[in-house]
């Protein structure tokens, strides 16, 4: 494998909108495309379905909790490829309303791998990302109720313009605490451990986006949050009003952007527009 070959990596995508997102990149993408998934068999039989269609991913595993596992996938990227291209954070998970785990324990998985296992994953991959790179996470619409239901004074944390890494990654650290300790609500936290997660995700995002403009501006890497929309997965339940081909426009549309593309670039991005946060 040439170390100049483009390459796009796709996080969760043995099934559902990663899935989807993979065989589109596969038919877009002028590169190399890369499925990963938790479970190397499902990966591997994921990458069976798409080369039966004449597609031609390539499988790593990738469990997004497992710092390990994802570093083994940063150096098999260096090594292959010299660098990344496209990077898409789709790889999370959701509790059922019906659901009995309890609340705190919903809260401390849920963040374990939304939010750091996406933050881990940025740590490790985002410098390898080539100028003109694309960077897409997967947030939710869930994210913007959310932070409604938050207080004023958690609002304004969340939509700072100044606010760093470090201290987004306190304030979900409290709110699994402050689950714990059965007092989120008193604290001004919402009532859902999805919807935090992924306003910690949209934050990030518009922390890292940042950061990138700050060290890295002349190399026009984009990078956004975006709302999939609501999608017939095993997430998203049978009753979705999207199929995942549709819940895949946004997030390829965001990794494909033209070179000459001055953005979007930090936003929360919906049905392809720039959504207010």
Same mark, same amino acid.
């Given at each position: 494998?040439?170390?100049?070959?483009?390459?796009?990596?796709?996080?969760? &995508?043995? *099934?559902?909108?990663?899935?989807?997102? +993979?065989?589109?990149?596969?038919?877009?993408?002028?590169?190399?495309?890369?499925?990963?998934?938790?479970?190397?068999?499902?990966?591997?039989?994921?990458?069976?379905?798409?080369?039966?269609?004449?597609?031609?991913?390539?499988?790593?595993?990738?469990?997004?909790? !497992?710092?390990?596992?994802?570093?083994?996938?940063?150096?098999?990227?260096?090594?292959?490829?010299?660098?990344?291209?496209?990077? #898409?954070?789709?790889?999370?998970?959701?509790?059922?309303?019906?659901?009995?785990?309890?609340?705190?324990?919903?809260?401390?998985?849920?963040?374990?791998?939304?939010?750091?296992?996406?933050?881990? +994953?940025? /740590?490790?991959?985002?410098?390898?990302?080539?100028?003109?790179?694309?960077?897409?996470?997967?947030?939710?619409?869930?994210?913007?109720?959310?932070?409604?239901?938050?207080?004023?004074?958690?609002?304004?944390?969340?939509?700072?313009? /100044?606010? /760093?890494?470090? @201290?987004?990654?306190?304030?979900?650290?409290?709110?699994?605490?402050?689950?714990?300790?059965?007092?989120?609500? *008193?604290?001004? %936290?919402? !009532?859902?451990?999805?919807?935090?997660?992924?306003?910690?995700? /949209?934050?990030?995002?518009?922390?890292?986006?940042?950061?990138?403009?700050?060290?890295?501006?002349?190399?026009?890497?984009?990078?956004?949050?975006?709302?999939?929309? %609501?999608?017939?997965?095993?997430?998203?339940?049978?009753?979705?009003?999207?199929?995942?081909?549709?819940? &895949?426009?946004?997030? #390829?549309?965001?990794?494909?952007?033209?070179? !000459?593309?001055?953005?979007?670039?930090?936003?929360?991005?919906? @049905? *392809?527009?720039?959504?207010? %946060?």
């Amino acid at each position: 494998m040439s170390s100049c070959s483009r390459v796009a990596l796709v996080t969760g &995508a043995n *099934k559902g909108i990663g899935y989807t997102i +993979v065989r589109d990149l596969c038919r877009l993408f002028s590169g190399d495309v890369v499925l990963t998934a938790r479970d190397e068999a499902r990966g591997r039989a994921a990458v069976q379905q798409l080369q039966a269609e004449g597609l031609s991913p390539r499988f790593h595993q990738l469990d997004i909790t !497992d710092l390990q596992s994802i570093r083994a996938l940063r150096d098999f990227l260096r090594k292959e490829y010299g660098g990344l291209n496209v990077l #898409v954070n789709n790889a999370g998970i959701a509790f059922q309303a019906a659901d009995t785990t309890p609340f705190h324990i919903q809260a401390e998985v849920t963040m374990n791998t939304n939010f750091d296992g996406t933050r881990h +994953v940025c /740590t490790e991959l985002l410098p390898l990302m080539r100028p003109g790179g694309r960077v897409v996470n997967m947030s939710s619409l869930m994210c913007l109720r959310a932070l409604k239901s938050c207080s004023t004074e958690l609002q304004q944390k969340f939509r700072s313009e /100044t606010i /760093t890494e470090e @201290e987004l990654v306190g304030l979900m650290k409290k709110f699994v605490g402050d689950a714990k300790k059965g007092v989120h609500q *008193k604290e001004g %936290w919402p !009532d859902t451990t999805y919807g935090v997660t992924k306003i910690g995700v /949209t934050v990030l995002s518009r922390i890292q986006a940042r950061h990138l403009s700050e060290q890295r501006g002349g190399d026009k890497i984009l990078l956004n949050a975006c709302c999939p929309g %609501w999608v017939r997965t095993d997430m998203g339940g049978p009753n979705a009003t999207k199929s995942p081909e549709e819940g &895949a426009e946004t997030p #390829v549309y965001l990794a494909l952007l033209p070179p !000459d593309a001055e953005g979007p670039h930090g936003q929360f991005v919906m @049905e *392809k527009r720039v959504g207010q %946060w």
